[in-house]
């Protein structure tokens, strides 16, 4: 009995394929999604740490805190105003502080410990305090 020679895929080698790819997919989103938040947070913590130096090098240099972030471009300690961040002094104490709230900051956290948390930014005197909620705002909290 001959064989004819068939041209192209039976359509379970299709579907074979199509299963493997599928798991692989399964597999690799979550890994891919964990790394682009990982570099998303890496960002924020970033961001935070420049402003944080640039105050403190701004006010070894004029002995006075700015005013604002404008100030620190103005000046040349910085190039650019970061997204979301911003800072606040209370009685010789700077917390620089993202604007927005972070769901899940578990993950934050685990970047850096030097991180305070508050649930909104009028009032820092909570920083002792956990939250109750997911929603916080990251805060790095420098005395002089």
């Known amino acids: 009995m001959a064989f004819k020679k068939h041209d192209g895929f ?3 080698e299709v ?3 199509l299963a493997v790819i599928a798991i ?3 597999f690799s989103v979550p890994m891919v999604n964990n790394i682009i938040n990982k570099a998303k947070f890496t960002k924020i913590i970033n961001d935070m740490k420049v402003i944080q130096n640039s105050i403190i090098q701004y006010y070894y240099d004029n002995d006075s805190f700015p005013d604002n972030i404008d100030t620190l471009v103005d000046n040349d300690y910085i190039e650019s105003s970061p997204e979301n961040v911003s800072f606040k002094t209370l009685n010789n104490v700077v917390f620089v502080y993202y604007t927005e709230q972070i769901s899940n900051p578990d993950n934050l ?3 850096d410990t030097t991180l305070n948390w508050n649930s909104n ?3 820092f005197s909570s920083l002792n305090e956990e939250p109750d909620n997911n929603s916080r705002i ?3 909290r420098m005395a002089f």
């Open 10 to 12: 039976s359509l379970y």
């Open 15 to 17: 579907l074979i394929v």
């Open 24 to 26: 692989i997919g399964a």
């Open 109 to 111: 956290e685990k970047l």
């Open 121 to 123: 930014t009028e009032d």
């Open 138 to 140: 990251p805060v790095l």
